[in-house]
């Protein structure tokens, strides 16, 4: 049994119930689902009394051309200087082992000098740089090595590219044998060998370390600091060395804020994701560290309820792909009982609460840089179309047929001035649904993309593979179109292309790229009133991916 102590989370906990019905709620669930169901939101609020002291799933490319640089001047030519333009707000992910583990320095120079004139050239505003936890404190807390990032800058400014820099403080890759692993920093991993509670974990005991356990948010467990505090030291000591370049060449700073970067539990880990087959799991709660235990109890017992503190749902097997044979997830499970509530109330609150944390000390680190900070939601689909949605519970997301689970987030990003970066804009129902009958990744985008419009937050878009068809561009701008703003001067909409590896300049290829972003570019010019209710939206989008190329430029 485990108990709250005095060094574990506390939390003042109020239930405040209210029933709303808001025109909106119509087309954010399938047809059968959707029509005239009123939104039912419960709230627990969470406040932590802890004070933190001063301070994909896609795997990446194969970017290795054995030092050939001919394909590039073969197909590119002799690149001069590209001139400043105006940009189009596509970036281009950088690849995943674009700095050497060993020497910390950047990879593949002149490859990458190639690759930057070609970006330019093809119109992009900037690349995305992720800047990994596990390489740059690696050895020991608060030294810091950002020489092979320095040089990407370097190369960036020169190129007349922007940067959109994500700092990552998460496990990259599955494990040691994967091309691209890179673990949490060396000292961190010490310390959770010392205190396995420092690793999230579910009900079979099996730990996850791709990420810290936010049940120790501000606890001193590494080394006398919190993780928050750990962050905050990462964050502040980036914008220190980088000052001369930020609200220049680094326009943009998105905050890892959990596994892949995301605001999410690790309910399915990042092995899985990468297989089709994982993609129809229903994920495990994650609340059984001594932490979240700790955290759990005290919120139970602050509730009068004790007996709800002792662990997550039972009933929620993920022996099966099938909500309906799962107690808690089914249609008439207890998902929507008393006890479901508040546990899942409690669960996504305290990840609500984590997000919380970090965008208040990215937000006064960041504060008068000229960046645009943002923070990253999980794209978590596959069973979006049952009533319970129990992949996104076991996610940390509270979404349900009577509950709009990302409204809290949004708010929560809002108030920090934040934007909201997702994934998954290349991806059709359609061909999900050959995977799985519940699957609607456009259902969820398109539940998203409303919730961040309702709450004036921007977004940006990502792509969850390396898709270069011409298809997979018409749907991302199909998807983008909903982002527009209605009357404004301005789109709050931008892209960025997961990722940058060889496929991309084959000469079919680059062409279909280079099509992508000069419309991606004129989404401003289509800001007819958008259609959404029924209607496929397609219908109202004149140019295929094809054709609309010629006619933009």
Same mark, same amino acid.
């Given at each position: 049994m485990v108990i709250a102590s005095q060094c574990a989370p506390s939390f003042s906990t109020s239930f405040c119930c209210h029933h709303r019905t808001e025109s909106y709620t119509r087309f954010l669930r399938f047809p059968p689902l959707r029509l005239h169901t009123p939104f039912s939101t419960r709230r627990l609020t969470l406040s932590s009394r802890l004070n933190a002291s001063s301070s994909s799933s896609t795997p990446s490319n194969g970017y290795d051309f054995d030092g050939q640089d001919t394909p590039y001047e073969l197909q590119h030519g002799v690149l001069t200087s590209p001139p400043r333009r105006r940009g189009s707000s596509v970036y281009v992910s950088l690849p995943l082992d674009s700095i050497d583990l060993s020497s910390g320095e950047m990879k593949r120079k002149k490859i990458m000098f190639h690759s930057f004139r070609a970006l330019a050239t093809a119109g992009v505003e900037g690349v995305v740089m992720e800047v990994w936890w596990g390489l740059v404190e690696r050895d020991s807390p608060g030294d810091y090595d950002w020489r092979g990032y320095f040089q990407i800058l370097t190369l960036a400014r020169s190129c007349k590219l922007k940067v959109r820099a994500v700092l990552a403080f998460h496990q990259c890759g599955r494990g040691p044998d994967d091309t691209f692993w890179i673990p949490l920093p060396q000292w961190v991993l010490e310390e959770m060998e010392k205190d396995q509670g420092l690793a999230y974990s579910d009900k079979y005991g099996r730990r996850n370390k791709e990420y810290i356990s936010l049940g120790c948010d501000n606890l001193p467990v590494l080394c006398g600091r919190s993780p928050i505090q750990a962050y905050a030291d990462f964050m502040r000591n980036f914008r220190d060395?980088?000052?001369?370049?930020?609200?220049?060449?680094?326009?943009?700073?998105?905050?890892?804020?959990?596994?892949?970067?995301?605001? #999410?539990?690790?309910?399915?880990?990042?092995?899985?994701?990468?297989?089709?087959?994982?993609?129809?799991?229903?994920?495990?709660?994650?609340?059984?560290? @001594?932490?979240?235990?700790?955290?759990?109890?005290?919120?139970? #017992? !602050?509730?009068?309820?004790?007996?709800?503190?002792?662990?997550? $749902?039972? %009933?929620?097997?993920?022996?099966? *792909?099938?909500?309906?044979?799962?107690?808690?997830?089914?249609?008439?499970?207890?998902? *929507?009982?008393?006890? %479901?509530?508040?546990?899942?109330?409690?669960?996504?609150?305290?990840?609500?609460?984590?997000?919380?944390?970090?965008?208040?000390?990215? =937000?006064?680190?960041? #504060?008068?840089?000229?960046?645009?900070?943002?923070? !990253?939601?999980?794209?978590?689909?596959?069973?979006?179309?049952?009533?319970?949605?129990?992949? /996104?519970?076991?996610?940390?997301?509270? *979404?349900?047929?009577? #509950?709009?689970?990302?409204?809290?987030?949004?708010?929560?990003?809002?108030?920090?001035?934040?934007?909201?970066?997702?994934?998954?804009?290349?991806? @059709?129902? /359609? /061909? /999900?649904? !050959?995977?799985?009958?519940?699957?609607? $990744? =456009?259902?969820?985008?398109?539940?998203?993309?409303?919730?961040?419009?309702?709450?004036?937050?921007?977004? =940006?878009?990502?792509?969850?593979?390396?898709?270069?068809?011409? !298809?997979?561009?018409?749907?991302?701008? @199909?998807?983008?179109?909903?982002?527009?703003?209605?009357?404004?001067?301005?789109?709050?909409?931008?892209? *960025?292309?997961?990722?940058?590896? @060889?496929?991309?300049?084959?000469?079919h290829n680059f062409s279909n790229f280079t099509s992508f972003v000069k419309q991606i570019s004129n989404l401003n010019a289509f800001r007819g009133k958008l259609g959404f209710g029924g209607d496929d939206v397609s219908q109202s989008w004149p140019f295929s991916a094809a054709s609309s190329g010629a006619a933009l430029s």
């Open positions: 060395t980088f000052r001369q370049f930020l609200g220049g060449v680094i326009t943009g700073i998105q905050v890892g804020m959990g596994p892949a970067g995301e605001l #999410r539990y690790p309910s399915l880990p990042s092995r899985s994701l990468a297989w089709v087959s994982g993609s129809h799991e229903l994920g495990e709660f994650q609340c059984y560290d @001594k932490y979240m235990l700790a955290s759990l109890n005290a919120c139970a #017992r !602050k509730m009068g309820m004790p007996q709800w503190g002792y662990g997550g $749902p039972t %009933g929620a097997s993920t022996t099966t *792909n099938d909500p309906e044979r799962a107690e808690f997830f089914r249609s008439d499970g207890s998902w *929507n009982t008393p006890y %479901g509530q508040f546990f899942l109330e409690w669960y996504s609150g305290l990840l609500i609460l984590h997000g919380e944390n970090i965008c208040r000390q990215a =937000e006064s680190i960041f #504060r008068g840089t000229d960046v645009a900070v943002s923070g !990253k939601v999980a794209g978590v689909y596959w069973h979006y179309g049952t009533v319970s949605h129990p992949s /996104e519970l076991t996610a940390g997301y509270y *979404n349900t047929i009577m #509950r709009n689970g990302y409204l809290p987030i949004a708010r929560m990003f809002g108030r920090y001035g934040f934007t909201m970066c997702c994934t998954c804009f290349e991806m @059709k129902d /359609e /061909e /999900e649904w !050959k995977l799985h009958r519940f699957s609607s $990744p =456009e259902g969820f985008l398109r539940q998203l993309i409303l919730t961040a419009r309702i709450c004036d937050v921007p977004l =940006e878009g990502e792509n969850s593979g390396s898709h270069l068809d011409e !298809k997979s561009f018409e749907q991302v701008l @199909k998807m983008s179109r909903l982002c527009s703003s209605d009357g404004l001067e301005r789109s709050s909409f931008s892209f *960025n292309f997961n990722r940058l590896d @060889k496929d991309l300049f084959g000469s």
